[in-house]
C-alpha cells in the first residue's frame, strides 16, 4: 500500500506541517536553539527553491506553511531541516549547557515524524496563519503574536524582516 504522504506530495500543494521535540520537552525554551531552527530553514528553503508562506518556532514544537516548485520534495526538505537543526542544537546544548544535555539521555531532538494538512485554497492558507501566529499567544509567551521573535506575524502584521523569506502562494 503506497504511503499517504507520499500521494499527496504528489501535486503543487501548500503544506501546513508541525513536528515536535521529543517527548514534548520544551528543548526550544532558549533563544539559540529557536534561532538554529529559523536558520536551517532559511537554508533549507534556499536549497530547494522552497516558499515560506508562514512560520512559528514554539517551545516545544515548529509549525510551517511550505510550497515547492515540484512535488515530492516535503518530505526530504523536513527531514533535512530536522536533521541539520538538531545536530547544530545538540553541539551548542553540549557547549553552553552541558548538565541539560546530558539529561537528554541520548533522546532525540525531535519526534520521528511529522504531520502535514495539504492547503487547496486561500482561506484555509489564512486560517492555519492566523492559528500559528496566536499560538504563542494561546501558551502565554507575548500578549500579541507579533511580538514573538520566531513567527512570520511580524512580517505579515509590520512588514518587518523575521529570518526567513515570506511568500505568499495564492
Known amino acids: 500500500m503506497p504511503n499517504p504522504r507520499r500521494i499527496y506530495d504528489r501535486e503543487l500543494y501548500t503544506?501546513?506541517?508541525t513536528f515536535s521535540c521529543y517527548n514534548r520537552r520544551k528543548l526550544l525554551d532558549l533563544e539559540m536553539p529557536r534561532n538554529i531552527v529559523v536558520g536551517n530553514l532559511n537554508a533549507a528553503i534556499h536549497a530547494r527553491a522552497a516558499k515560506c508562506v508562514g512560520f512559528v518556532i514554539m517551545?516545544?514544537?515548529v509549525h510551517a506553511a511550505l510550497w515547492f516548485p515540484e512535488p515530492g520534495q516535503?518530505?526530504?526538505?523536513?527531514?533535512?531541516w530536522k536533521r541539520r537543526s538538531s545536530e547544530e542544537i545538540n553541539?551548542?546544548?553540549r557547549r553552553e549547557n552541558i548538565e541539560y544535555f546530558q539529561s537528554l539521555d541520548d533522546d532525540p531532538i525531535w519526534q520521528s515524524k511529522y504531520y502535514s494538512f495539504e492547503i487547496y485554497s486561500e482561506?484555509?492558507?489564512e486560517e492555519k496563519l492566523n492559528y500559528m501566529h496566536v499560538n504563542p499567544v494561546r501558551a502565554g509567551l507575548v500578549q500579541r503574536g507579533?511580538?514573538?521573535r520566531w513567527s512570520s506575524a511580524r512580517y505579515y502584521l509590520d512588514g518587518r524582516s523575521v529570518g526567513v523569506p515570506i511568500e505568499w502562494v495564492f
Open 15 to 17: 503544506h501546513f506541517v
Open 59 to 61: 517551545t516545544d514544537h
Open 74 to 80: 516535503l518530505s526530504e526538505f523536513i527531514q533535512t
Open 91 to 93: 553541539r551548542w546544548y
Open 123 to 125: 482561506s484555509k492558507l
Open 146 to 148: 507579533v511580538e514573538w
